[in-house]
């Protein structure tokens, strides 16, 4: 299996990587930034390019890695192509890539994905997304190649699944920045409040979410509730996260 | 050393289970509720009561594990007494214990408990605090014997860090809680979601989560942020906790 990465950012280095150990091969490596193309490349052996017109037209597989709202752009110069043409975004729809492309699908590795961090990906869903039943068949053997974990999943659903994880993992992230930075305003490091993190994300592995909230919402405790909106006075955008957030827990918990 | 435990809900079980773990004799399991007594008492080899006045006048430590706003009010039953008497609250000043107690501190252990869930509390920061250096070392002794994490910690601190950790705790279970919901109402299995979680939490291990934020906002992507505000046009609770979140992150990262 011959493959094109499009692309060379977080979702591109990780998914090639991963190809690339389970044993296919990546042909082309693209970027418009040709720093970046040559970066990726290196880490795996293909020839990195800039300019799309030097694409290789006899790949079996060209995987998109870009920008959601570049997607349909960057897609409509492999309309002459034989080879499968998917894209890897968790928001747009199949219907994005031209339907000039002989063949088209989606495979969304359900993950966040940064440069300075490994991932495993035996471990990751892999939701695919094809507009026939043999090039379907063609992103499951893929997909089983990296991943035990892997989903036919169609774009109405992905898009769900892409807005779960806003909440689930950026949205998080976000509350463990707004975290570190109350700790920094008071010199504390930010390393003692790790094993919480852990121990949070590890609890709802065999129990939902609803049924392990603690805290001072879910115990209506306004009084600490009231302490810690008067430590955040300088804090007003904290602030006002705390006071959105805490209605929201008491809400979903029938408190209010 | 013989200790006393006055309480009977998460924090209470998991710091009873640990003591007796690590060879500590607990004499004693108050509560209000005696079937609450009984039922950790028993798990623990103590005397369950709910009568104050039975209280062992002659224990070494007295563990105060109920709600913040009634530990002023238990630790008065406890002035007559010889024995160290500690709080276990984040957010609770050592000053609210009376002043008539002979010897006072506080044992906070900086984790989420739920009964549900075992806890190793090897990793478990605990903060100490005590107003003399004879209780701070009683309580040094016992905390390392629970843990390698031990940290002495005045009351202001520990305030801090109690708020720091509803934001990366309890908010962020609410955000698993959220992202439940969503799928819920699409018919997708929470389970999909649960490796994006458990990597999200570990990449804060070793980077701080300023710098792996990743999803539409740190991207500016309104495309994608509007598409999923249309989405969530049935559930405006969410559909503003999105927007504040959102542009609290690009807020963050000075995209806006």
Known sequence: MKIVIIGSGNVATHLSLALKAAGEEIVQVFSLNLNNAETLAKRIQ??????????????????????????SEIAKEFNDIDGLVVHTSGSTDIKVLSSELKHVGVFYPLQTFSKTKDVDFANIPVCIEATDAKQL??????????????????????RVLHLAAVFACNFTNHMYAMANQILLNNNIDFDIIKPLITETADKILNDLPENVQTGPAVRNDDNTINKHLNMLADLP?????????SNSIKLSHKIV
Do not use: G
Request: aromatic share 6%; proline share 2%.
């Open 46 to 71: 293909a020839e990195p390019i800039s300019n799309i017109s030097k694409i290789n037209r006899l790949a079996d597989l060209y995987i998109i890695c870009v920008k959601d709202d570049a997607i």
């Open 137 to 158: 068949d063609i992103l499951k053997n893929i997909a089983h190649k990296l991943s035990s974990r892997v989903y036919t999943i169609d774009s109405e659903q992905r």
């Open 237 to 245: 955008k904290l602030q006002e996260i705390y006071i959105t957030l």
